[in-house]
């Protein structure tokens, strides 16, 4: 027992699921110590960035190390956001030093610290305070600083400067002493500079949505409205309300939602607030940046895919979440959180309102809604003049198809353009083709890491695998039997771009994928002429199928509506059913009429009949009496237990003692029960071999007492080169 006076409890980041106790530096008394702060720690061989969460006056250990450096003097996690990471933590069966590893951004997890961005602030004096909005109306630089000023109280020396006041104006206004330098936490990174946009009138429809989210305490809403039917004008006007409340506003947003014209349309609605957006395009240290103006309360909106959600925002007033039911909302390695439903457990300590958005809300959501867990709330038309587009099947099997196109489909294409409309084609593969044989023997060009093949790169003369990223150079002859007779079966994005540009001369083919938009710069770029309303034909994959708002389309084909129909994946039909109804959602979203063509060989499966003659919400209720009746999700809580390995017994051997150890604490009964060990869909990924046991319960509880005594259990493991998680609410089987 060490009972000196003060002890630091840290989360460090390593996958133990514990806290350690290290002594304070070297000179720090213990009001220097604050929960929230970040120390470097000596561990094993190395040191560590780790966050202080408790001081505490006694550790059950004899010998403990002290910390080496205190990186933070203020705290970067202030009370909530600890208390938040720590359920978090608990939830999902992690590790609490990986969940604050996971809540920093890359420069501030490496040790940078926060002062390095220290800002200077102008700001007015008492004597600048009062004058009038009127003064200085001879020097047109120095009245529009000094409105601003008024307006705002005080603005960074980075966002003046990006607003053209600069260094001459400024001292301006100080050598008058009416305004002066001050040092202070750091802005966000400006955003590029934006016309402001007209307001739009509510509709009934919105403004009964709007109406119905409190202001103030904590509720979870859901709002399920069609795709253009405007619901990002009501995101913006519960935003507008926390603002004007002195509130943050959160929005989370889909990895590919978070794009420049996101961005611009919010810009230009809060030309005054201070935005700052997490996003994955930034450099590092802009990403400090961001994160540490939104930690310290400076940023007014925060904006970012599914990490913001553990940013500190100390004046949170709503959070919403925009195409709620996006997949990539859940993390699919390290911590498996979901950022949607975290963002309720947020809104719940928070106590303020939370909104979840979508034209086709998740099952799990839309359960909560029917259930009344959540209030429903509706957008059943869209807004301003746009009517919902008309839909049809075009049956593919007994039809000469070209280049997996119909010729109605095709006809329809160059009718669209011909008229100076535009047309998008919505294609799920990118690449030339998924495969490549030899039509002499037979061979197929398999990736040899990962149990799949690789697809074709005609463009960089590639074969690739998209699980793995191996790539290695096209082949023109065989590998097996030297023979010429290759042969590219089926078609992705390249293919297709090859064959409508061949077939539409006159007119652009605008391909977008994954390939032609490293960044989402070039996506905005790529899209440029369909903004502008020249004809022009789009195509390319689920990217085009989100946050675009594209008024001259007017004709959407999906080339193969097929994919989720038959997959071992139990949600499978119902992401197949998200994707269609979304692609669809982007025709007609202007004045004019919109058309979608579905191909399909399947035209009279049940499923997507319902889909596409009574629409996704119809469809989802399906689903969910299907998901009854076969007692999975969200009618009970899941989870898996995953194990991967180089040496596949050992993983299916992990498992099943895993599976042993949780069987003779808690035996299969009607409420709970196990599948497994089983192969994953994807059973070889990187050069290991991926299993699984899949737990489902009636209770959650139940579920997480057992997690939380398997991960005891299993971080006795000694076999380094086998790695396992606990998969909470697991999303995907692949
Ligand atoms: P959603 O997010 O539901 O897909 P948006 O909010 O993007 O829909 O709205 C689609 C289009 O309708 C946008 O161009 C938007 O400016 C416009 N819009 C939204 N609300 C209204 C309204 N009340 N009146 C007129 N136009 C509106
Ligand atoms: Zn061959
Ligand atoms: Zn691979």
């Not at 996971?102 to 390095?116: E, I, S, T, W």
């Not at 202001?215 to 004008?233: N, R, Y």
């Not at 010429?484 to 409508?500: I, P």
């Not at 489902?696 to 005891?712: E, H, I, N, S, Y």
């Amino acid at each position: 027992m060490q009972g000196t006076a003060a002890i630091l409890r840290l989360a460090v980041p390593v996958p133990l699921r514990r806290l350690f106790d290290y002594l304070p530096p070297q000179g720090l008394g213990a009001d220097d110590l604050r929960p929230g702060q970040r120390y470097l720690v000596p561990f094993g061989s190395r040191d560590l960035v780790a966050v202080l969460v408790e001081v505490v006056a006694e550790s059950p250990l004899a010998e403990l190390k002290p910390a080496g450096e205190r990186i933070d003097r203020q705290p970067i996690f202030d009370t909530r956001s600890r208390q938040f990471l720590q359920w978090a933590a608990d939830y999902y069966q992690a590790p609490v030093g990986e969940l604050y590893a996971a809540a920093l951004p890359v420069a501030l997890r490496k040790g940078k610290p926060a002062d390095h961005w220290a800002e200077q602030w102008l700001e007015l004096t008492t004597e600048g305070k009062g004058l009038p909005e009127t003064a200085l109306a001879r020097a047109k630089k120095q009245q529009e600083l000094l409105q601003l000023l008024l307006k705002t109280n005080r603005q960074s020396r980075t966002a003046l400067n990006a607003r053209g006041l600069n260094a001459p104006v400024c001292k301006a206004l100080i050598e008058r002493k009416l305004a002066r330098w001050v040092s202070g936490p750091t802005a966000p990174p400006p955003l590029e500079s934006v016309e402001p946009q007209p307001v739009p009138q509510l509709n009934d429809e919105q403004r009964q949505v709007i109406d119905a989210v409190p202001a103030s305490g904590f509720s979870a809403s859901l709002l399920e409205g069609t795709t253009g039917s405007g619901k990002t004008e009501v995101y913006l006007r519960l935003m507008e309300r926390a603002l004007n409340q002195g509130n943050q506003a959160l929005l989370l947003v889909p990895e590919i939602g978070l794009t420049p014209q996101t961005l611009r349309r919010i810009a230009a609605r809060f030309p005054d607030f201070r935005i700052a957006a997490l996003h994955s395009g930034l450099a590092d240290g802009e990403r400090a940046r961001a994160w540490l103006s939104a930690a310290s309360g400076v940023a007014d909106i925060v904006i970012g895919t599914r990490s913001a959600i553990f940013t500190p925002l100390p004046r949170l007033g709503v959070i919403l979440i925009d195409e709620e039911h996006d997949g990539s909302f859940k993390q699919q390695d390290g911590v498996r959180y979901s950022a949607r439903d975290l963002s309720v457990v947020l809104a719940k300590n928070a106590d303020v309102p939370v909104l979840l958005g979508s034209a086709t809300p998740s099952l799990e959501s839309l359960h909560n809604a029917l259930s009344g867990r959540y209030q429903h709330l509706r957008l059943r038309h869209r807004a301003g003049n746009a009517r919902p587009p008309q839909i049809s099947v075009v049956p593919t099997l007994h039809q000469p198809l070209q280049e997996g196109f119909a010729p109605q489909v095709l006809r329809h294409i160059g009718d669209t353009l011909n008229r100076g409309e535009q047309a998008l084609v919505f294609i799920n593969r990118r690449g030339y083709a998924p495969a490549l044989t030899c039509d002499d023997c037979g061979w197929l060009a398999d990736c040899p890491h990962c149990s799949a093949k690789l697809t074709l790169h005609r463009r960089s003369r590639h074969l690739r695998c998209h699980h793995c990223d191996y790539r290695m150079r096209e082949v023109t002859s065989c590998p097996q039997c030297h023979s010429r007779n290759l042969n590219a079966l089926g078609a992705g994005t390249e293919r297709s771009e090859d064959f409508l540009t061949h077939s539409f001369r006159n007119f652009p083919v605008i391909r977008v994928d994954r390939d032609t938009t490293a960044t989402k710069q070039a996506l905005d770029k790529l899209l440029e002429p369909a903004r502008n309303g020249e004809p022009c034909l789009l195509l390319g994959t689920q990217m085009l199928a989100k946050g675009h708002h594209l008024p001259k389309v007017t004709l959407v084909v999906i080339q193969d509506a097929d994919g989720g129909l038959f997959s071992a994946d139990f949600r499978a039909p119902e992401r197949m059913g998200q994707l269609l109804e979304q692609v669809a959602g982007r025709a007609g979203r202007g004045d004019l009429p919109g058309h979608v063509l579905v191909q399909s060989r399947y035209p009279e499966h049940p499923l997507l009949q319902l889909l596409l003659n009574r629409g996704y919400g119809a469809f989802a209720r399906q689903l969910m009496e299907e998901r009854k009746i076969a007692q999975l999700p969200p009618m009970r809580a899941m989870a898996l237990v995953r194990a991967e390995c180089e040496e596949p017994r050992w993983a299916e051997e992990f498992l099943a003692n895993a599976r042993n150890y949780l069987e003779a604490l808690a035996p299969s009964s009607p409420e709970l029960q196990y599948l497994g060990p089983v192969p994953a869909l994807l059973e070889r990924k990187s050069g290991r071999y991926r299993f699984y046991i899949q737990i489902t319960a009636d209770r959650r509880g139940l579920l997480q007492q057992l997690l939380t005594r398997f991960c005891q259990w299993a971080e006795g493991n000694r076999n380094r080169r086998l790695r396992w998680a606990v998969d909470m609410d697991a999303q995907e089987l692949s």
